[in-house]
């Protein structure tokens, strides 16, 4: 992370954290950690095709699936990600 990029925006009800990678540090981000204390986390992912593939993947077949209900599933398409929505196309 890069310090003087990150900030910080906190509102009555709203509280937002930028975070810069830094330099050198390449990729998407998949998911981040949050909470009070080290030791009780909670996990959130960001929005991705991967992430969303794997997050409806559980949704439409939660236990091991046979591959015919694999072949069956529908293919999902993340389109585009903006700060007030996300556009995704299910075949």
């Known amino acids: 992370l890069v310090s003087p990029e990150?900030?910080?925006?906190?509102?009555?009800?709203?509280?937002v954290v930028g975070l810069a990678k830094a330099p050198g540090s390449t990729g998407l981000w998949e998911?981040?950690?949050?909470?009070?204390?080290?030791?009780?986390l909670?996990?959130?992912?960001?929005?991705?095709?991967?992430?969303?593939?794997?997050?409806?993947?559980?949704?439409?077949?939660?236990?091991?699936?046979?591959q015919s209900a694999l072949e069956s599933q529908p293919l999902i398409e993340v389109l585009d990600v903006?700060?007030?929505?996300?556009q995704i196309r299910v075949e």
């Open 31 to 40: 998911k981040f950690s949050f909470g009070l204390h080290p030791a009780a």
């Open 82 to 86: 903006t700060e007030d929505r996300i």
């Open 6 to 15: 990150s900030s910080v925006s906190v509102s009555a009800h709203n509280a």
């Open 42 to 66: 909670q996990e959130r992912l960001f929005v991705s095709e991967e992430n969303v593939d794997g997050f409806l993947g559980t949704a439409f077949c939660p236990s091991p699936c046979s």
